[in-house]
């Protein structure tokens, strides 16, 4: 169907910068909107930055600033800078798309990649 591949994740220092990459393959009619979640231990999954297709990205409170979502096509990627532990979680990329063929309405999560900022 519809398939999510992630990469960028690692262990940085606190201030430092991580540059995530996610790319949407398959069945693909249209794609609505493609962003970031994440999740930390024993925590909710959260929004990150999300772009729809045609509108403006929207970021949550806690990395407006310091985050920046790009998109282009099938792709998506996210800029961290400044990052702070607290940013630590594994990081999922998200899309909501139509299919090709049989029209069907589906979101779609990627694997995960893990973010450690620690010193």
């Known amino acids: 169907q519809v398939q999510l591949v992630e990469s960028g994740g690692g262990l940085v220092q606190p201030g430092g910068s991580l540059r995530l990459s996610c790319a949407a393959s398959?069945?693909?009619?249209?794609?609505?909107?493609m962003g970031w979640y994440r999740q930390a231990p024993g925590k909710e999954r959260e929004l990150v930055a999300v772009w729809p297709s045609g509108g403006t990205a929207n970021y949550a409170a806690s990395v407006k600033g310091r985050f920046t979502i790009s998109r282009d096509k099938n792709t998506v990627d996210l800029q961290m800078d400044r990052l702070r532990p607290e940013d630590t979680a594994v990081y999922y990329c998200?899309?909501?798309?139509?299919?090709?063929?049989?029209?069907?309405?589906?979101?779609?999560w990627g694997q995960g990649t893990l973010v450690t900022v620690s010193s």
């Open positions: 998200n899309t909501k798309a139509v299919t090709s063929g049989n029209y069907k309405y589906l979101e779609v």
């Open positions: 398959g069945s693909i009619f249209s794609i609505n909107a």
